[in-house]
């Protein structure tokens, strides 16, 4: 029966994500930007919160703490804060609940006790490829059925804290298909390239992880003998990032609504001035938009129908207000927005950077 | 959060899909010059009162079948899909006007005709400037034997001129108030307006002393009451013609070949469906969301309703005008459809008032909300 009410223990997740966030996570934003490293003692705050490692541990009775519509409001709140912080935690967590998701009994078995422990365990889902023309229904990277083991060769690109990473789950073409493969960080021909450095989501240290003939038992490949469903780790990655940017988007408009009542230019406070007041109602509206339309996606993916147009639909869509709103942001502010006393430079950077996370959201 | 459909709500928007498909024909406004007298309005509307659509929203008790408010998208929805001309805007209007401002022996009566297909109504609240402000200048009214007179004009009053009787918002002593007045009273006159949107009947409403009866639990908060459930109406529609538009223009897109290839296949078609579809889902759910909002009483419906109005009224544009593009220069021809859901996302984006009204709606209700 069609309901648009949060359940009491999403009510109370996103209130407490949001507390995180304003009071923990976004005073470090700045900092952890001009480092570009995410340092052990943030990483063990985000820890804290236990959202991993509850998700590590739910057994299958309990796959309500792996429900992607709970997953979209934390996102989003932490998005809100820093997406960067944001993006390491959903990077970690597109890892578990694909295992948790889609990994046979003994690969839940095996991997999941490494993600309910009481450290920062990092790990992701190695998607993208570096090389123009990149899309995601067509992998370079191979698999090769040699014996009962696969040979997988190939580059990955864009891997959050790739050398901190116990574990890549590896999407790669196999048998004409695409397949994942988890593929520890200590496998004979897995090499993590040095960071590059980007226009955003700097404190990530995203890089290339190199597989170079890496052998990998069959007992690896994601659901076993089944294989895996590559397209619903694709839509629950769409939903996680465009979460992200509905949460960086609100984030501007919080930020942006005190000031533009404190500010007065011509006599008036430019919160009066109608060319900034309708620039914060579409604001308020896109970001509305964004998640209900996340929501949505997710919602399917709950529900186990087809989400994939409406991940995509979510992911471009977000992509594109996201980066309105950062950019009205920025400009709402005037000279105060490109100067690194206020965060709408860094969260225009990440709005930037997450909108093309995928290849350019445009293609 | 669950975004599942009854089998109910699916029923009822199917059988209301069916029943428009077999029975809107927009053909005749396919020629040059056509106008909304050109379509059977009458003769669907008849249909359509066999359907009990009028009586959706009217509760119970006053023998209606008391129907939320996600029901009612999923009919209102069909109409929008299907440009339907009837006077369905109307007769809602006119229902939600006599549940905020009648007295129980006036709903008793007026909402009564509704159900049983007698009586149809219409709203005739906005001013010669297009404004809904309270009080009004339009119309003043004075005390008269028996009831009162209404003097003066009221504009862009939708399905007034097939209506029974209009309800009409007019200043008394210095406040706005309802009336109702039959159409066919001394007086009374109801001129068409040549309203671009020519699927729906848009008219100016004068009056000279018009007899006329108080709603008499008339007060200032009935249009905000009725002016938010018109919202959602509009935003349906758009929701609903913009994947009209979309569908169109795919299907066409897949059909038009150029330069060896159909159009669909070249990025700057398929980019502007991609971006129809985007928005058209964002409507989609903020309808949805503003439905179960009114239904459940919840206090962000006003909210909802505005910002889906605002937002579907420029999706529904941008999604008519990207369709136009779509077919390219016959799409603006007259034997084709497309002009006429251009020109209702056009209408519909003002016909309560622009996006940027509802926009500063949204900007006083989050000032309320903040203080």
Known sequence: ?363 | MDFTLSDDHKALRDSAHVFLDKEVDLGPLLKPGATVADVDYAGLWKKIVDMGWPGMVVPEVYGGLGLDYVDLIMVVGEMGRTLAPAPLFGALAGVWSVLAAGSEAQKTQLLGGVVGGNLSLALAIADADGGYEAPGRGVSAEAAPGGYRLTGSKSFVVDAASADKIIVAAVLDGERRYFVVDRTASGLEVELVAWRDITREVATVRLDKVPAELLSGSAEDAWPFVRDRLYLVLAAESAAGAHAALDQAVEYAKQRVAFGRPIGAFQAIKHQLAEIAGQGECANVAVQYAAWALSEGDPRASLAVAMAQSYNSEAYRDATHRNIQVFGAIGFTWEMKNHLFYKRARCNAELLGAPASQREQVIQILEREAA
């Open chain 1, 1 to 363: 029966m069609i309901s648009f009410e949060l359940s009491e223990e999403q009510q109370i997740v996103r209130s407490t994500m949001a507390e995180f966030g304003k009071t923990v996570l976004a005073p470090q934003a700045r900092r952890l930007d001009t480092d570009s490293c995410i340092d052990d003692g943030v990483l063990a705050e985000l820890w804290s919160t236990e959202i991993i490692q509850a998700q590590a541990e739910a057994v299958e009775e309990e796959a309500g703490s792996r429900s992607p519509v709970t997953n979209a409001i934390i996102l989003e709140e932490l998005g809100a804060a820093d997406a960067t912080l944001a993006l390491a935690m959903a990077s970690t967590m597109g890892f578990v609940q694909a295992i948790a998701d889609q990994g046979s009994a003994e690969q839940r078995a095996r991997l999941l006790g490494g993600f309910a422990g009481e450290t920062f365990q990092a790990a992701a889902v190695a998607m993208m490829e570096p090389r123009f023309g990149f899309d995601v229904s067509r992998f370079q990277t191979k698999a090769d059925k040699a014996g009962d083991d696969y040979i997988v060769r190939g580059v990955k690109a864009m891997v959050p804290l790739a050398s901190r990473c116990s574990h890549f789950l590896v999407v790669a073409e196999a048998d004409g298909a695409a397949d994942a493969f988890i593929v520890p960080l200590d496998a004979a021909g897995v090499t993590v390239v040095e960071p590059k450095g980007a226009l955003g989501l700097r404190a990530l240290e995203m890089a290339e992880v190199a597989f170079d003939s890496v052998r990998v038992p069959s007992s690896m490949r994601l659901g076993e003998g089944n294989g895996a469903d590559v397209q619903r780790i694709i839509d629950s990655a769409r939903v996680g990032i465009s979460s992200i940017l509905a949460g960086l988007s609100r984030g501007v408009m919080e930020y942006v609504i005190p000031y533009t009542k404190e500010r007065i230019v011509h006599g008036a406070p430019l919160a009066q001035k109608q060319a900034i007041a309708f620039n914060i109602a579409d604001m308020h509206i896109d970001v509305e938009a964004m998640r209900w339309l996340n929501w949505r996606a997710a919602w399917a993916l709950e529900a186990r129908q087809p989400a994939t147009r409406t991940a995509q639909l979510a992911y471009t869509y977000a992509g594109q207000q996201a980066m309105r709103i950062a950019d009205d942001g920025l400009q709402a502010f005037g000279g105060h927005g490109f100067v690194k006393a206020h965060p709408l430079e860094l969260w225009y950077r990440n709005a930037r950077s997450l909108s093309v996370l995928e290849g350019a959201a445009g293609v």
